[in-house]
C-alpha cells in the first residue's frame, strides 16, 4: 500500500502517568494503589509495588531527552495528587512535589515537546477513600477542585493543555462493580452515584480553569480522556442491537454525553431511574455539567465490546448491576492480544471517528492511547540489546490505516499517541505485559529504545506511514 500522509502539526507522541512512572519518592501521601501494595504485596504481579516504577522521579531528565531522541513531539502524563497535596483538605501544596512538577515542566519546553497533563490517573488518595469513600462522597468532588485550582495556579503560565481524569469509567468498573481496583467493591447503586460525582467532578474542574483563565487572560484548552470501547451486537436481531446499546450507553455514553453535550443520555437516566439506582444529583450540579463542556476529546481505544442480549437470568445476589441487561458475547475467531487478553479490532477506531464526526459535532480529539501489552519481550532482543517489537509496530500501522481513513473522510483528529513511552508500571499486572518504545530493564533502570522507537521517529519527522492493506 501507498504512503499515507497525515495532516500538518499532528501529534506523535506518547501516554504515562505519574502513579505509574514516577515511583513514591518523596512522595508525602498515599495514593489507593500505594496502600494496597503496602497491606497486599501478592495481588501485584510479582509482587512488584509502585515504589520505583520506571524512576521518573529522578530520571526525568534523561527520559525526557529520550522521549525528544524518539521524535515524540508530545506526551501526556498526569500530577499525581498525592505528591502535589499535603493537606487535602486545605489544599496546602508540598514543596517538593511543586518543585518536581515546575521542573518537569520546564523540561518538556526545554525539549519543545507540546506537554498534556492529566489531572486524575485512578490515584484516589487513600485517605479520602477511607474517610468519605473516594467519588462516593461530594466533599471528595470539592476537594478535587481545590487541587485542580492550585494546579492551573502553579502550572497554568506553561501546560496548555489540561485533562481533567483519565478513563474515569474505569474506577466505576473496577472500584464498585467488577473488583479489579481496590476497595473491590460490589455495588451497583454506588457505582453510578461515582459516575455522577466524577462528570461533576470534570465539569467542576473545567468551570474552574474557564475562571482561571478568565482571570489571567490565559489562551489554555482542558479536556477528558475516556477509553471508548463501542459496543458490536452478537447480530442484527432486535435483542441483541437493544443489549449492545445499553452497554453503550453505560461504557462510553455515559462520560461522552456530558463531556460533549453537557447531559446523560436518556437511555441510560430511564434505566436507572426504573431500576431505583439513579444517582442524586441537584439542578444546579446538573447545569453546571451542561455548561461546562471540553474544549476537546482524548479517545483510549484498545478494545471493542462483543455484546449480546442475556441468555441467563442475571443473578441478582450482589444487588443490581447493569450487566442486567447485557451479556459479554465471546465470538468466535476474534484476534487476540494473547498477554492482555483483549481482542484486536483496529476497524473500531475507524468507528469511533465516525461517532464523534456524526455525533459529536465533529469536536476536536485526539487518540490518547493505543497500545499492545507484551510478556516476555526480551526473547524479541537482537545482538545489539534492541528488542525486535515489529508486532507492535504492525499493529500500531494497522490502527493508522482506519484513523487515515476517517481522517480522509473529515474527522477531526490532530493526533496519534501511544500506550507508553516508556515501558511503566500496569497496576496489578505491574510490570507483566511491556507497551513501551523503550524498555527498561528493571533491576538496573537502563531505559534502552525498541525496533518501534526507531519506527515512530521515522514516522514523527516524515509526518507518514506506510499504509496497511487492508
Ligand atoms: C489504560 C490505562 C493505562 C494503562 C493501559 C494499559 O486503560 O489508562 O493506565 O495501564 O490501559 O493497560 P494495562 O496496564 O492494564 O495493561
Same mark, same amino acid.
Given at each position: 500500500?501507498?504512503?499515507?500522509?497525515?495532516?500538518?502539526?499532528?501529534?506523535?507522541?506518547?501516554?504515562?502517568?505519574?502513579?505509574?512512572?514516577?515511583?513514591?519518592?518523596?512522595?508525602?501521601?498515599?495514593?489507593?494503589?500505594?496502600?494496597?501494595?503496602?497491606?497486599?504485596?501478592?495481588?501485584?504481579?510479582?509482587?512488584?509495588?509502585?515504589?520505583?516504577?520506571?524512576?521518573?522521579?529522578?530520571?526525568?531528565?534523561?527520559?525526557?531527552?529520550?522521549?525528544? &531522541?524518539?521524535?515524540?513531539?508530545?506526551?501526556?502524563?498526569?500530577?499525581q495528587w498525592t505528591r502535589l497535596i499535603k493537606d487535602f483538605e486545605t489544599g496546602e501544596v508540598d514543596e517538593d512535589g511543586v518543585r518536581f512538577y515546575n521542573e518537569v515542566i520546564d523540561e518538556f519546553i526545554r525539549q519543545g515537546i507540546t506537554l498534556v497533563i492529566n489531572l486524575y490517573h485512578f490515584d484516589m488518595p487513600i485517605e479520602l477513600q477511607e474517610k468519605y469513600g473516594g467519588w462516593e462522597s461530594k466533599h471528595v468532588v470539592e476537594l478535587f477542585v481545590k487541587y485542580a485550582k492550585k494546579a492551573f495556579e502553579l502550572f497554568g503560565d506553561r501546560v496548555k493543555y489540561w485533562m481533567t481524569f483519565n478513563e474515569p469509567i474505569v474506577p466505576v468498573e473496577a472500584q464498585y462493580m467488577y473488583k479489579f481496583h481496590y476497595p473491590l467493591i460490589v455495588d451497583g447503586k454506588k457505582a453510578m452515584q461515582v459516575l455522577y460525582n466524577t462528570a461533576l467532578a470534570s465539569a467542576k474542574a473545567i468551570e474552574a480553569y474557564g475562571e482561571y483563565k478568565k482571570r489571567?487572560?490565559?489562551?489554555?484548552?482542558?479536556?477528558?480522556?475516556?477509553?471508548?470501547?463501542?459496543?458490536?451486537?452478537?447480530?442484527?436481531?432486535?435483542?441483541?442491537? &437493544?443489549?449492545?446499546?445499553?452497554s453503550d450507553a453505560v461504557f462510553n455514553n455515559s462520560f461522552l454525553d456530558p463531556a460533549i453535550k453537557g447531559e446523560f443520555p436518556r437511555l441510560l437516566t430511564d434505566i436507572l431511574e426504573k431500576d431505583g439506582v439513579l444517582w442524586e444529583s441537584t439542578q444546579e450540579e446538573l447545569d453546571t455539567i451542561k455548561k461546562n463542556t471540553v474544549d476537546y476529546l482524548g479517545v483510549n481505544y484498545y478494545q471493542p465490546r462483543r455484546i449480546k442480549a442475556r441468555e441467563t437470568e442475571f443473578d441478582m445476589s450482589s444487588g443490581w448491576l447493569p450487566d442486567k441487561y447485557f451479556e459479554n458475547y465471546d465470538m468466535p475467531g476474534k484476534r487476540m492480544n494473547i498477554y492482555r487478553g483483549w481482542e484486536i479490532y483496529p476497524k473500531a477506531i475507524y468507528d469511533i471517528a465516525k461517532?464523534?464526526?456524526?455525533?459529536?459535532?465533529?469536536?476536536?480529539?485526539?487518540?490518547?492511547?493505543?497500545?499492545?501489552?507484551?510478556?516476555?519481550?526480551?526473547?524479541?532482543?537482537?545482538?545489539?540489546?534492541?528488542?525486535?517489537?515489529?508486532?507492535?509496530?504492525?499493529?500500531?500501522?494497522?490502527?493508522?490505516?482506519?484513523?487515515?481513513?476517517?481522517?480522509?473522510?473529515?474527522?477531526?483528529?490532530?493526533?496519534?499517541?501511544?500506550?507508553?513511552?516508556?515501558?511503566?508500571?500496569?497496576?496489578?499486572?505491574?510490570?507483566?505485559?511491556?507497551?513501551?518504545?523503550?524498555?527498561?530493564?528493571?533491576?538496573?533502570?537502563?531505559?534502552?529504545v525498541k525496533k518501534s522507537g526507531h519506527w515512530i521517529k521515522e514516522v514523527s519527522e516524515s509526518n507518514e506511514i506506510e499504509g496497511w492493506d487492508m
Amino acid at each position: 500500500m501507498a504512503k499515507l500522509k497525515f495532516p500538518e502539526n499532528f501529534w506523535w507522541g506518547s501516554a504515562t502517568s505519574g502513579p505509574q512512572s514516577e515511583g513514591r519518592f518523596k512522595k508525602k501521601n498515599r495514593n489507593i494503589f500505594d496502600y494496597w501494595y503496602d497491606i497486599d504485596k501478592k495481588v501485584f504481579f510479582n509482587e512488584v509495588g509502585p515504589d520505583v516504577a520506571s524512576n521518573f522521579y529522578n530520571s526525568f531528565k534523561e527520559d525526557i531527552a529520550l522521549y525528544k &531522541k524518539i521524535g515524540l513531539n508530545s506526551l501526556r502524563t498526569s500530577i499525581q495528587w498525592t505528591r502535589l497535596i499535603k493537606d487535602f483538605e486545605t489544599g496546602e501544596v508540598d514543596e517538593d512535589g511543586v518543585r518536581f512538577y515546575n521542573e518537569v515542566i520546564d523540561e518538556f519546553i526545554r525539549q519543545g515537546i507540546t506537554l498534556v497533563i492529566n489531572l486524575y490517573h485512578f490515584d484516589m488518595p487513600i485517605e479520602l477513600q477511607e474517610k468519605y469513600g473516594g467519588w462516593e462522597s461530594k466533599h471528595v468532588v470539592e476537594l478535587f477542585v481545590k487541587y485542580a485550582k492550585k494546579a492551573f495556579e502553579l502550572f497554568g503560565d506553561r501546560v496548555k493543555y489540561w485533562m481533567t481524569f483519565n478513563e474515569p469509567i474505569v474506577p466505576v468498573e473496577a472500584q464498585y462493580m467488577y473488583k479489579f481496583h481496590y476497595p473491590l467493591i460490589v455495588d451497583g447503586k454506588k457505582a453510578m452515584q461515582v459516575l455522577y460525582n466524577t462528570a461533576l467532578a470534570s465539569a467542576k474542574a473545567i468551570e474552574a480553569y474557564g475562571e482561571y483563565k478568565k482571570r489571567t487572560g490565559n489562551n489554555g484548552e482542558i479536556g477528558i480522556i475516556l477509553n471508548l470501547t463501542p459496543s458490536y451486537p452478537r447480530s442484527e436481531n432486535e435483542e441483541d442491537i &437493544k443489549a449492545a446499546e445499553i452497554s453503550d450507553a453505560v461504557f462510553n455514553n455515559s462520560f461522552l454525553d456530558p463531556a460533549i453535550k453537557g447531559e446523560f443520555p436518556r437511555l441510560l437516566t430511564d434505566i436507572l431511574e426504573k431500576d431505583g439506582v439513579l444517582w442524586e444529583s441537584t439542578q444546579e450540579e446538573l447545569d453546571t455539567i451542561k455548561k461546562n463542556t471540553v474544549d476537546y476529546l482524548g479517545v483510549n481505544y484498545y478494545q471493542p465490546r462483543r455484546i449480546k442480549a442475556r441468555e441467563t437470568e442475571f443473578d441478582m445476589s450482589s444487588g443490581w448491576l447493569p450487566d442486567k441487561y447485557f451479556e459479554n458475547y465471546d465470538m468466535p475467531g476474534k484476534r487476540m492480544n494473547i498477554y492482555r487478553g483483549w481482542e484486536i479490532y483496529p476497524k473500531a477506531i475507524y468507528d469511533i471517528a465516525k461517532n464523534i464526526q456524526e455525533n459529536y459535532g465533529n469536536i476536536k480529539w485526539f487518540i490518547s492511547e493505543n497500545g499492545m501489552g507484551v510478556e516476555g519481550e526480551e526473547r524479541f532482543k537482537n545482538a545489539e540489546g534492541v528488542i525486535e517489537d515489529d508486532y507492535r509496530i504492525e499493529f500500531y500501522r494497522e490502527h493508522l490505516t482506519h484513523l487515515h481513513k476517517a481522517i480522509a473522510e473529515g474527522a477531526n483528529c490532530f493526533g496519534y499517541h501511544t500506550w507508553t513511552p516508556i515501558d511503566c508500571w500496569s497496576w496489578t499486572n505491574s510490570y507483566k505485559n511491556r507497551y513501551g518504545y523503550i524498555s527498561v530493564d528493571l533491576p538496573t533502570q537502563i531505559k534502552t529504545v525498541k525496533k518501534s522507537g526507531h519506527w515512530i521517529k521515522e514516522v514523527s519527522e516524515s509526518n507518514e506511514i506506510e499504509g496497511w492493506d487492508m
